[in-house]
């Protein structure tokens, strides 16, 4: 008998009846209609409306920060500061959580511009601004470093006396940590190598772009007790967090978690919450904070910005003998980039014997980088695809074709060690291969670049309740917000599994009180882990509805067995009974033994990773700089597809989020340290007008850890574009790109400093 | 601080409302009438996930004072459903799965309204030039244009009819 | 006896090995024991670490059973977007 944490919930092969279909999700009437209440649109009476002061200096000594003239503007009713956050016994023993503390409010210093110094709560937003300009902080200002780079210079000024990695040994460093994943002997495997390509790098650091600024409601009454609306990616991690930050019993705090506009990572992390938690308790009156968009880009998590150095080393043949990579990422004012992270998936999808990547954790006086979708990944993947597609071409070898030859296969070693189960990352090359695309002819000043990626992919913590109504319906509570669509998924596979019909299931997003413990909607984990709850929550319904059945018999539970949506009488004892319907149990269901419910609780392993690879058609305006992609292909393992639009929707809004990323987006700071693009007319995120169909293939492999054999699909297609559209773009430019973005003005500087090389080799 | 009293119509009704002189359409219909399916991405013009139409004309309602409502005509997505009767713009973003968190759903669809009242038959190029000032993060747009061409083409077909 | 990995940057508290042999019947065990041959790693246990347990990434589920044949590494700690 495995023990009951085992996975139980191998993969079977089965026709689906539901799973793989495409109906309307559950919350989507209310979404066409604006009825749907996200963050910001909710309301309390007597509700203050809450505001934050921000740095404006890089890095700055707080010496003193006056509050008497807020307070005594008429409609202020509460202010907090530093004071009003003292570090608790949970926070002193932990770095991490002490450092969200310090981010939410800052103590000694402000360490980037927009760090949080002071707040107020005031009856109006209007008040509630003027407030704010009536505070009066004194800073010394200090020297400040933005470039990851110039912060592991030895004269670089510190943010922290007590970090660096090699602390203890020697003095204070802004390298906050060091990593290094591999296996085999590199310098063996460059010697063996015929060819061997080497190159560095740098990427800008890209902001998540939710549309939804982040927003909260929080209402604390007199006892201490509360309740705190809010849009993130995970109500139980927002409940935990703030509590231990203000020294609150767990159970104090209700957590309801808004529909959420968007996240992408960005909210796995809280920023307003305990600001608002506060204010509330102390103006014994709900506070509702909501920030602006340049608050948004000022102080919550942008990802790492990245410094790049990748090697690569192969026989003519093709085959690969060494690949080394440096990767220095700079995640802002706190220790903790994804930097370990972007070392594990750098190679993972390549089958090396001889392969290194060392990572460096760096800190700078940016605001603290928040995950975005598979953190640390695309950075790393971009540099090292780069590589890869220069060494094909130097070898005059197709670029699909050399990464087949070394493609990571089933049951081999990862990159990152462990072996891999069933993979399918062959499979989506093989399918790109075979795509119209990329056997179609290309225009003049265009080229083509192809790129992989993988991600991972987690379970976690999950919690599941479906309650079966006297009308045969059901109402499905989940714990992990809906980022994209997932509670369509949770229905069909609850429906799948019933045997009843999808418009049956009525899903909602549980609060903190009413179900167990979830974490954070994060890693691709919603559809694999809700739904692997999801389905054991069913099985167990079913089991119950034949118990019942039995029962209405008088025969025993093992001679019932769940058929098409019915009880039937199973086997030779059974007796001749007409089957029960879903509908005919639920309805006797207080007559049999009151009401039928199935729940399920798991901490969820075995997501399985997901490989995809890209094509992209680039082609650049040698006036301008300017590139424009004009066709895309996305071709990705998604194990099953359980709403295979959603899938493609997840595939598509990656790809374009890394369009950005590699083409546009990025924070630009001044000499002072001040972010300069801090909207979206000046960090431009993709719109509508600059890009074709993303055309998508879903390859189904399935994965082993799942019944169904879903794997997590959000993630993984934010990992390949980069790197595809810097191949396709140097492949047009006939230079190789190796700065993302690739803007018009840094092109045109690649263009001009090519020509000039190029005339004085003459 | 006086208020300005405002008389307009909003989705065809009569509404009346006071409001500071600087508040903006957009925390009017939110704050004060509690219509919140406008949403605020940006406040500064720059996403459309507040637009509205002002006398048939698409308008950031970030941008546009509550006061300067006074006589207009105002529609916000609130109004574009009859009853129970979606829009087929609303009903073909259900279909194709157009939206994802749904937070940018309201403006679009308002703004890509507008684009089929003036042009039933948009090109995949018109579509996306009409809709460029409407932010998606989360669908890349891919069916959000195919949705909004598949209702145009809908809506065709019904005029024809008719 | 279960063989198991440590990442790369884990050799600096290992005196250079990344293999060790640890006793246990599930990874709470292994990285119990692990701590307890090696003192220098038990800060970084428990600040959290992802094991792989046979090709399968785990970031909570300790009481998974390993088998004297598993494939264990001990990896950084991940978390997704
Ligand atoms: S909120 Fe009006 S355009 Fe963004
Ligand atoms: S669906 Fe999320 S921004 Fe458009």
Partial sequence: MPLETDFPQGYEKRDFRVVGKRPVRPDGIDKVTGRARFGADTVAPGMLHGAILRSPHAHARIKSIDTAKAEALEGVKAVVTRDDFPIHDAVKEDRGLLDILVNCMAREKALYDGHAVAAVAATDKITARKALKLIEVEYEVLGHVIDEDLAMAPDAPILHDDLGYDYGKGKPSNVAGRTEIGHGDVDAGFAAADRVVERSFKTGAAHQGYIEPHACLANIGADGRGELWCCTQGHFMVRDTVTQLLGMDVSNLRVTASEIGGGFGGKTAVFIEPVAVALSRKAGKPVKIVMDRHEVFRATGPTASASLWVKVGAKADGTITAADALLKYQGGAFQGSPVDMGAMAAFACYNLENVRAVGYDIVTNRPKQAAYRAPGAPMAAFAVESVMTELADALGIDPIDFRLKNAARDHSKSSYGPTYNEIGLVETLEAAKATEHYNSPLGPNQGRGVACGFWFNFGGQTAVTLNVNLDGTAALSVGTPDIGGSRASMCAMAAEELGIDYDDIYAIIGDTASLGYNDVTDGSRATFASGLATIQAARQVKERMCARAARIWGIPEDAVKWEGGAAVPSGPNAGDHAPLSFRDIAKMAGETGGPIAGHHEISAEGAGPSFATHIVDAEIDRETGRIDVKRYTVVQDAGKAVHPAYVEGQFQGGAVQGIGWALNEEYIYSDKGVLENAGFLDYRVPVASDLPMIETVIVEKPNPGHPYGVRGVGETSIVPPMGAIANAVSAAAKVRATEIPMSPPRMLKLLRENESAAKAAE | ?162 | ?81
């Fill in chain 2, 1 to 162: 601080m006086t208020k300005t009293h405002v008389t307009t119509t909003i989705n065809g009704d009569t509404v009346e409302y006071l409001c500071d002189p600087q508040e903006t359409l957009l925390d009017v219909l939110r704050d004060r009438l509690g219509m919140t399916g406008s949403k605020e991405g940006c406040g500064t013009g720059d996403c459309g996930a507040c637009t509205v139409t002002v006398d048939g004309e698409i308008v950031c309602s970030c941008l546009m004072l509550g006061a300067e409502a006074e006589g207009r005509t105002i529609g916000t997505i609130e109004g574009m459903a009859e009853g129970e009767m979606l829009h087929p713009l609303q009903r073909k973003f259900l279909d194709h799965a157009a939206l994802q968190c749904g937070i940018c759903t309201p403006g679009i669809l308002v703004a890509a309204r507008t684009l089929l009242e003036r042009n039933p038959e948009p090109s995949e190029t018109e579509v996306r030039y009409w809709l460029a000032g409407n932010l998606c993060r989360c669908t890349g747009y891919d069916k959000i244009v195919r949705a909004v061409m598949d209702a145009a083409e809908e809506m065709r077909g019904r005029n024809h009819a008719a």
């Fill in chain 3, 1 to 81: 006896m279960v063989q198991v990995t440590l990442w790369g940057s884990l050799r600096d508290y290992t005196d250079g090995r990344n293999e060790v042999e640890v006793a246990g019947d599930n990874i709470y065990q292994i990285l119990q024991n692990l701590g307890q041959a090696e003192p220098r790693l038990k800060p970084i246990l428990e600040k959290g670490v992802t094991v792989s347990l046979d090709g399968q990434i785990y970031r909570q589920n300790l009481m998974q059973t390993v088998r004297p044949d598993s494939e264990v590494f001990i990896l950084p700690k991940m978390a997704g977007g």
